[in-house]
């Protein structure tokens, strides 16, 4: 929602560090439709066809299909100084490609109380998981312009883990730490594949109704998950979970009952990718949203919730080569007593809505 409203360097540098660039030489997110045709030049009425926005219109309307398999939702809303000017052509194109309406805000005389409107809102989309997006006097009267998303997720394992088979066992942390963890168990046909070259499995853990799955990445070795995350691409996840791949099998499957939250500030490290001049009141061209200068990124802020269990999933939040399957008929042991990755993913729009690394109970 910010790109749609850059220009210049600004919309450069923020294309380049979330890697549009490639897709538009590529393919579009989530649709596997190439777009080299298309210029996705800010400052188009609306996103010409097939551009970048247009695409994560299409995600976003397929990611909120009704469905009664499972809960995914994914909202967002803007929150503006209600003496402030917008474009009335950033406005309309906002509502138009990410169904997010304006809320006049007062920042000017009520910020905290406006903080709190913001944060009560998030709360409440994602049934009380995430609290307190905004921290205490985050927003004040120089704020003008507050972009929310909020994704909520819950879903049914497509076969349930039987909770009389969990049990305690010891999650290896490092060669010295261990932890105990309720460990959940199950024997079953499972797609899963062995990653040579990078010493880890992959395990596809598909939820009721077919549309999602949760991708486990389990290092062979409990020191492992540090070297398999510099190894890590998107192009290399998308290989290994392919149909091509994952191969049905008989699989012993330990995994840990978990919960993660966790929150940060993303400046710094937006900064760091080379994401720079939107922080920067001096540089900043944010001309698309409104006709002033010094119209600037002041912070962005990140929330997520994740819980696993026997039932399935519940997720909310303010990415070939030398590999082999097994035998189908002797079970495959799939152990995550320590450190591994996990993704959860969108099924057809290819898309992750969440991923996240489990080190520690």
Known sequence: MVLLGARGNTAAQIQKVLRFTELRENENPGTGRSSEATSDVPGDQCDIPRGIHSQFHDIFSAINKPTTSYELANANRLYGERTFNFLQEYLSCIQKLYQAELKPSDFLNAAEETRKQINLWVETFTKGKIKNLFAKDSLSAATVLVLV?????????????????????PFQINKTTSKPVQMMYDQGIYKIATIEEHHCQVLELPYKGGDLSMYILLPKDYTGLTQLEKELTYEKLSTWISPNHLKEDKVEVALPRFKIETSAQLNEYLQALGMTDVFLPEVSDLSGMAKVDALFVSQVVHKAYIEVNEEGTEAAAATGIGISTTSLHIPVQFVADHPFLFFIRHQKTK???FYGRFSSP
């Open 351 to 353: 898309c992750i809505l």
């Open 149 to 169: 998303n909020a994704v909520y997720f819950k879903g049914q394992w497509a076969v349930e883990f039987k909770k009389e088979n969990t049990k305690e066992r």
